[in-house]
Structure formats: C-alpha cells, structure tokens
C-alpha cells in the first residue's frame, strides 16, 4: 500500500460523489472515480485500488459485478465498501455474497461510512496528520 490509500469510488451520483470523495480526502485518501460500472471495470483492470466503494445499481452494469472484479483481479485482497438504496435484506446479502466486506443503506452517516473504511483500510498515522495539518 502506499503512503496515501487509494480508493476506487464508482459512483454515479454527483452530489454523493462530492460528498464522499470530500470525506475520504479530508481523512488522507487519494480518490478515483468511475461513474459507470463499465469505467470502474476499466480502472479495475488497469491498476488495483486499496479500497474499492460502489455503488449497488450504476449506469450499464451492477456494483456487485464490480466488487466481484476487484475481488477476482485481487484474489480477495481489495477491500469493498458497497453503498445501496435498496436497503431491502435481500439486496444486502447479495451484495455481501459477492464479497462485499461492507454494505451501507442509503442514505447512510458520513461517521458510518468513513468507520467501515477506516476499518477496511486504515490510512498510515503520518498521512492523518499531514491530512489534518493541510
């Protein structure tokens, strides 16, 4: 892993995307976004993230198909962080049946969020604090 994380954030929703990218920044996070599952597939297989977050339903595909990419491409290494708003239990354990590590509900706590990634792929002590001095 290197100094600063990255994580992989294919989101579809700008609003979501801003606010979450803002989040993971802020906690030392280098982001890079797909707004496809396609795209996210794409960087997928171009280089490995340290932490994959998707979204269940995107545009021309599923976040589960992704998250079993990144899953497959890592042998279960990656780290992933699956966002739905479809909070039905079923969809749920779906997701984590894919390899989901974490699925939150939309719309979910900013403090929810960042604790699952914190959890999954915790940001070296000396990037936190240049983070935090910035």
């Known amino acids: 892993m290197s100094a600063r994380p990255t994580v992989l954030l294919a989101e ?5 995307y801003r606010t979450v990218s803002a989040l993971l920044r802020r906690q030392g996070y280098a982001v890079e976004h797909a707004r496809t599952a396609a795209e996210a597939e794409g960087r997928l297989r171009e280089a490995l993230p340290d932490l994959l977050v998707a979204e ?5 595909g599923c976040g589960v198909r992704v998250a079993e990419l990144a899953k497959a491409l890592s042998d279960d290494r990656v ?4 966002l739905s708003a479809l909070a039905a239990g079923a969809h749920l354990d779906f997701a984590r049946a894919a390899g989901a590590d974490e699925v939150l509900a939309k719309p979910f706590q900013a403090s929810d969020l960042l604790a699952a990634v914190g959890r999954l792929c915790p940001v070296p002590r ?3 604090q240049f983070a935090e001095a910035v």
């Open 12 to 16: 579809s929703d700008p609003a979501v």
């Open 126 to 128: 000396a990037v936190v």
């Open 56 to 60: 269940f339903l995107m545009p021309g």
């Open 79 to 82: 780290p992933v962080v699956m």
